[in-house]
């Protein structure tokens, strides 16, 4: 049993945007889980913000990295640690679980734009613009933020920004093609 119409033509624009909306929608569902994950796990008290980092040899040797390479992954947490204001990893934290909640959506836009259901365009048009708001509220806090954390998350938060830009520009002249 077919789900969509065998007769109904599919236009390929939606077609298009959906496959790209579903990819992108994985690609931005595992970056916000992972960064929700990252500022679950690095907090105020965390052992890192001693001044040796502790790199048991046996653990460099499994990893098969070198002392520097700990040494310098070590330091990365210490910059999130330093570097971000009191508000920052409760703003993350919950922007990064709404950003992550939406972009899952987006993979079913995605493939309800594929498969062209009478909703999708609208949903698109909806999830693309919720998403570019997100990109708009992080960019401007990571404004706010320290300046080595304005480094890690201004150049990913700006691409997303454009990929989100170009998706809501092409759901609303698609959106917009299928009213006329």
């Known amino acids: 049993m077919s789900i969509a119409a065998p007769n109904k033509p599919r ?7 959906g496959a790209i909306a579903v990819i992108f929608g994985v690609l931005q569902t595992a970056v916000y889980s992972n960064e929700w994950m990252t500022q679950k796990v690095i907090s105020e008290d965390i052992t890192a913000m001693q001044s040796t980092p502790d790199c048991p040899e046996d653990e460099l040797l499994e990893e098969d990295i070198s002392l520097a390479e700990c040494e310098l992954m070590a330091a990365k947490v210490n910059i999130m640690i330093v570097s971000r204001p009191s508000w920052f990893r409760d703003f993350q934290m919950c922007i990064s679980l709404l950003g992550g909640i939406i972009a899952f959506a987006s993979i079913f836009v995605g493939a309800a734009l594929v498969e062209y259901r009478n909703w999708a365009p609208t ?18 806090a990571a404004t706010h933020a320290g300046p080595l954390l304005r480094a890690t998350y201004l150049w990913n938060i ?11 520009s092409a759901a609303l002249a698609g959106h917009h093609k299928k009213d006329k």
Do not use: D, S
């Open 11 to 17: 236009p390929t624009w939606a077609v298009w945007l």
């Open 123 to 140: 949903g698109a048009v909806v999830t693309f613009t919720v998403l570019l708001v997100i990109n708009t509220v992080e960019f401007a």
């Open 158 to 168: 700006t691409l997303w920004f454009f990929i989100h830009l170009i998706m809501t």
